[in-house]
């Protein structure tokens, strides 16, 4: 089978859309466990592309339950290059307006609770995140979002709470002072284990609403954020039609993603186990 160079980690509307072919499914079991779902191996504009559900279909982890590290891993089994993630956020900006769309650039990241590294128990390594979403998948996203005549931002910070709950008004309002542009729960996680898995790794970040500090809006309801998601689901699924044929077969040196690794091995190759090269075989397997 051919492989599939591009990833995809979103709600399930996105392999249902019209003109994508439904080439199969795929179940992986990884060295870190069974990933959200399994992936659905699907053909755009002539291009294999493998989606996740992130959450599961039918939304079964909240976001400090999801396996992250076999979402990503299992992206990598596949021989995945690069991956888009899609994800609903709340705006913290008045000029961040909802059903716009903002290719993140940068995180902060307040999660507590999950594991966002593969290099533990027997191995340590420190990568580079300064920049920590692709340029180069950002520039074409931002490209193709452009000639759609989308409401795109070209960079933004994404706060990661730990979640589940909304923020209150004064965390919200805090976040504001920070300068921060939008709040989800899942993306910096996904966006480190990446990283360290020489992915790149782009954020599309739809805003349903404005969080809660905004007075005049009513607060945030989940009927208000259901109706604005599948408005958003149809911009995304636009988007990535359009782009999946701008991105390039193969990663060349424009971005740095793909050596993540090449100098942030830390542990002495000669105490690292077997069992620590068998876990981490197809991330560290070209280094070790
Ligand atoms: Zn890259």
Redesign the pocket.
């Known amino acids: 089978m051919e492989r599939i160079k591009i990833g995809i980690i979103g709600g399930s509307g996105f392999y249902e859309m019209e003109g994508v072919k439904l080439i199969g499914e795929k179940s992986l079991t990884t060295p870190f466990g069974k990933p959200s779902d399994n992936y659905m191996v699907v053909e755009i504009e002539g291009r294999r592309v493998a989606f996740l559900s992130r959450h599961s279909r039918g939304h079964r982890y909240n976001p400090s339950e999801i396996n992250y590290r076999a979402n990503i891993y299992g992206f990598k089994m596949l021989g995945v290059e690069?991956i888009i993630s899609v994800s609903a956020v709340g705006s913290l900006k008045e000029e961040v307006k909802p059903l716009d769309i903002v290719l993140v650039d940068q995180f902060f990241d307040k999660t507590i609770k999950r594991k966002n590294t593969f290099f533990e128990e027997g191995i340590v390594a420190h990568v580079s995140f300064a920049h920590p979403t692709?340029?180069?998948?950002r520039e074409l996203l931002y490209r193709a979002g452009k000639e759609l005549g989308l409401s795109i931002h070209n960079k933004g910070t994404y706060i990661n709470i730990e979640g589940p709950h909304f923020s209150t008004i004064a965390e919200s309002n805090s976040y504001r002072k920070f300068g921060f542009d939008v709040i989800g729960m899942t993306n910096a996680t996904e966006a480190k284990l990446a990283r360290e898995a020489e992915l790149?790794y782009t954020t599309v970040a739809l805003v349903t609403d404005y969080d809660c500090w905004k007075e005049d809006e009513d607060n945030v309801t989940v009927e208000m954020v259901i109706e604005n998601l599948k408005k958003n689901t149809e911009n995304a699924q636009r988007l990535i039609k359009k782009v999946i044929p701008l991105i390039p077969e193969n990663?060349n040196d424009s971005?740095?993603?793909?050596s993540a690794l090449k100098y942030s091995i830390i542990t002495s190759p000669d105490i690292i186990s077997e069992e620590v090269k068998d876990r981490l075989r197809l991330i560290i397997g070209k280094y070790i």
């Open positions: 690069r692709c340029p180069v998948l790149c990663r971005c740095e993603c793909k």
